[in-house]
Each structure stands twice: as structure tokens, then as C-alpha cells.
């Protein structure tokens, strides 16, 4: 049915191509063909790339490199038509084509097809997705502190190919506390996912470092730290208000202090003229015990009592927010021949000021009962009532 023009130009055709290349031109059961699939590649940016066609039978037809989604055409044979220095393409002078993408780029993601020209032309695609590790974007965070019982937001965006999920978790593992209505309802978690991390009603336990971590399955996962910060006036509290002890015999005095900002920790007499004068005692000695970001133990020894050192000692701590002091009321114990026997120093002024610590929170100060504690010679009554006051006031 081919006209006899067509047949005239089909003929003219086959002697120009023979005459040209020297080479028969295609029998139609000689088709070229596709030995195996264009493969499908996920590559990290910035990695080289390669996709292979292998067709056998091409004889004069030609291979050519497509980007399907752009229809534009990369590569005839092994010549570039696309001007990107990045792609190239080459040919083991058998069956073999391969297209090479170095230093992958996010806008190389697409379908690729390799096509030889025979009518209709024959085909096969393969799909790059180039992926890209989450990064983590500056942003500024405001506020990430506050007065206890105030809110703190921190946010994180986090860019990357696929889009990454941020999830945010605290330092050591320790949980991530969301109180709600006024601080009454808590929700606790071990981690939170969401670019941002709104913490209300905000406690001192709550400070501290927070991770915000971005991960999209492509490596490294990265993270950044953030310091929460909460406020509040410092709460100092003795371990004992009153403390006995003989004449010769060395004494701590321990004193337990929760504060946020920083504050300045001293001891002193209350009688001191000057206050911290009394460190120049070689018979005193300070000693700080760290137990968290916020609190510490700050003991007071004092070596061989002598006369002079019984009296009032202060506990004092001081920040931004405020001052608060404890008192130890130092008082000496007569040993006689049954034992430890004290003189009555029960002062009520050495307990008020400990009371302003009434939301104190821990009770390691509460449990510890030392050796020649108070009043063990009072009536059991008034010691019951005695002890029970002071246990309260410790408690609370
Ligand atoms: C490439 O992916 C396409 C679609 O996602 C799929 O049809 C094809 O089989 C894949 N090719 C290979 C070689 O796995
Ligand atoms: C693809 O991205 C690279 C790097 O970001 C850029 O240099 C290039 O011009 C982009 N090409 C196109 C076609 O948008
Ligand atoms: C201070 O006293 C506390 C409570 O008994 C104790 O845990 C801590 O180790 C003491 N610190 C020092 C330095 O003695």
C-alpha cells in the first residue's frame, strides 16, 4: 500500500545510508531492543549519579537522553545538547549507554528516558529523587525564659528532602512536662513532635536543655540544644533550726538552697558586725554540694566550738529576684553523767525567716535528724508538740 513516491524516497533513503555508513540498513526483525529496565535512584544531594540503557540491535538508529518531565532532550548519542556541565554521557562502543549526573542537584529529581529513534520510537524511564539531610534554620527564640508559673515557646524549622519531622526531647531523658489549667493538669512525655514546643505554667523542675531533633531518614539527623530558663526567688532552708553540741566537738550546719538565677550563697553570724567576716575563721569551713542545676547543699563546719561560737548563724541566698535566709540557732549541750544535756535555747525568731520557704518542694532537708538535735529533756508532751512543729514548719 506505499505509494510509489514513498517507495522512490524509502529506496533513495537506504542508498544514502548505505553509502553513508556503510552499513545494511535495519531488517525489521532485527528491531533494537532493551536488554533491562532504565534503574529508579534516590541519591543524597551533592553525589554523583548514573543511569544505564542497554540496547542491542541499534544499528544506525541512535540513542538519545530525555528528561521526560522538561521534554527537553540531554543527549544524542554521546554529543550534549543540554548546556549543564553536570551531565555527560558515554559509550563502551558495544551496548552500552550511560548518562552521568554529577554533584546531584534538587532540581535533577525527575523521570529520565532513554529513546532510540525508530518509528515509533522505542522507550524506557527511570526516576531520580535526589533527597537532601534536614538542616536545621536560624531562627530567633524568644523567650526561652520566664518567671516560674509564666510560658516559654521554643521553635525549630527545619528544612530537607523529603520534609523532615522535629521532635523534641530533653537532656538525659528526662521528661517533657505540659501543664494546662493554671498548672493543675499535667501531661507528661517522653518526647513532643512539632516545630514548635509551648511550655506553660512553667516550673523549676522544667529547666534545663531541650533538643529539638530533624530527621528525614537521609543522614545525619541533626539537633539543636536550647537552655530553658525559669525564675523565681530564692528558698533556703536548714536542716535543723537548732543545733546542740558540747564544747571541743566540731558541727555542720547544713543548709539546702533552690535558686534561679544564680544567686550569691553566704553564711554569716547574726551578731557579725560585718557580714562574711566570719570566713576568715580558720575554724569554719564552707563546702558546697551541687545537686542540680537550681539547688545545692552549702554546709557550714564549724571545728572545736568554742564559747564564742555558739549563737545564730545565717543561711542567706540572693539573686535578681529577691533574698532568703534561714537561721541555726547554735546553742551549747552540758554533758553530765547521764548523757547529753542541753541548755534551753529555743528561740522563735530563729524559725520565722525559714518560713518564708513555705512552697519549698523537696524534703531531703526534712528527713536527716542530727545527733545532738533539741530539747530531748523536755516533758515527752511538749516534746511531741515541740517536734511535731518543727517538723511541719520543715515539711512545708
Ligand atoms: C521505577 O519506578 C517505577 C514507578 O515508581 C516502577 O514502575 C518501575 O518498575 C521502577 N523501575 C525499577 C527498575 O525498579
Ligand atoms: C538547578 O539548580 C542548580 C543549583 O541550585 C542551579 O545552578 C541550576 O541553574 C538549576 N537548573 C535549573 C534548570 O533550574
Ligand atoms: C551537706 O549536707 C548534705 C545533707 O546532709 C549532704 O548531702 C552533703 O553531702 C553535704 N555536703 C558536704 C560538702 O559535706
Given amino acids: 500500500m506505499i505509494a510509489p513516491s514513498t517507495k522512490t524516497a524509502w529506496w533513495l533513503a537506504t ?5 553513508v555508513t556503510g552499513e545494511m540498513p535495519i531488517q525489521a526483525e532485527v528491531e533494537p531492543e532493551f536488554l533491562q529496565e532504565l534503574e ?20 544506525n538508529y541512535r540513542v538519545a537522553w ?9 543527549a544524542i548519542h554521546t554529543n550534549m545538547v543540554a548546556l549543564n556541565p553536570r551531565l555527560s554521557v558515554t559509550y563502551n562502543n558495544h551496548n552500552t549507554w550511560k548518562l552521568h549526573v554529577s554533584n546531584v542537584q534538587a532540581n535533577d529529581s525527575g523521570t529520565y528516558m532513554c529513546q532510540v529513534n525508530t518509528d515509533p520510537m522505542k522507550s524506557q524511564m527511570g526516576h531520580l529523587s535526589v533527597v537532601i539531610p534536614p538542616d536545621i534554620v536560624d531562627t530567633v527564640t524568644e523567650g526561652s525564659s520566664s518567671r516560674e508559673g509564666g510560658s516559654i515557646r521554643l521553635t525549630c524549622s527545619a528544612t530537607g528532602v523529603p520534609p523532615p519531622t522535629v521532635t523534641w526531647r530533653r537532656e538525659n531523658n528526662r ?10 493538669e499535667k501531661k ?6 512539632g516545630e514548635s514546643l509551648e511550655l506553660f505554667h512553667v516550673q523549676r523542675s522544667d529547666m534545663g536543655a531541650y533538643y529539638c531533633i530533624a530527621s528525614n531518614g537521609v543522614p545525619p539527623t541533626v539537633s539543636r540544644r536550647y537552655h530553658v530558663q525559669v525564675h523565681f526567688i530564692p528558698q533556703v532552708k536548714v536542716t ?9 566537738s566540731d558541727v555542720e550546719l547544713q543548709c539546702y538552697i533552690e535558686a534561679s538565677p544564680k544567686a550569691m550563697n553566704s553564711w554569716y553570724r547574726e551578731d557579725a558586725l560585718v557580714n562574711g567576716k566570719i570566713f576568715e575563721n580558720p ?13 545545692l547543699w552549702m554546709n557550714l563546719t564549724i571545728k572545736s566550738l568554742a564559747p564564742s561560737d555558739y549563737g545564730t548563724y545565717v543561711c542567706a541566698s540572693v539573686n535578681a529576684l529577691g533574698k532568703m535566709e534561714s537561721q541555726v540557732s547554735l546553742h551549747r549541750l552540758e554533758l553530765n553523767m547521764n548523757g547529753f544535756v542541753e541548755e534551753p535555747m529555743v528561740s522563735g525568731a530563729a524559725w520565722q525567716r525559714a518560713r518564708s520557704s513555705s512552697t519549698f518542694n523537696a524534703d531531703p532537708a526534712a528527713s536527716h535528724a542530727r545527733p545532738f538535735c533539741f530539747a530531748s529533756h523536755l516533758p515527752p508532751q511538749l516534746y511531741a508538740i515541740l517536734l511535731t512543729t518543727l517538723l511541719y514548719i520543715l515539711t512545708f
Fill in 40 to 59: 529508579n535512584h534516590t541519591v543524597t544531594q551533592g553525589r554523583d549519579v548514573h543511569f544505564t540503557c542497554v540496547v542491542n540491535h541499534l544499528s
Fill in 188 to 193: 507528661v512525655v517522653e518526647s513532643h513532635k
Fill in 15 to 19: 542508498f544514502l545510508t548505505v553509502f
Fill in 66 to 74: 530525555i528528561k521526560s518531565d522538561s521534554k527537553a532532550i540531554l
Fill in 283 to 295: 575554724k569554719l569551713r564552707v563546702m558546697e554540694t551541687i545537686v542540680n542545676e537550681y539547688s
Fill in 240 to 248: 535543723n533550726q537548732l543545733v546542740g553540741a558540747p564544747i571541743g
Fill in 175 to 184: 521528661p517533657i512536662v505540659f501543664r494546662q489549667d493554671g498548672g493543675r
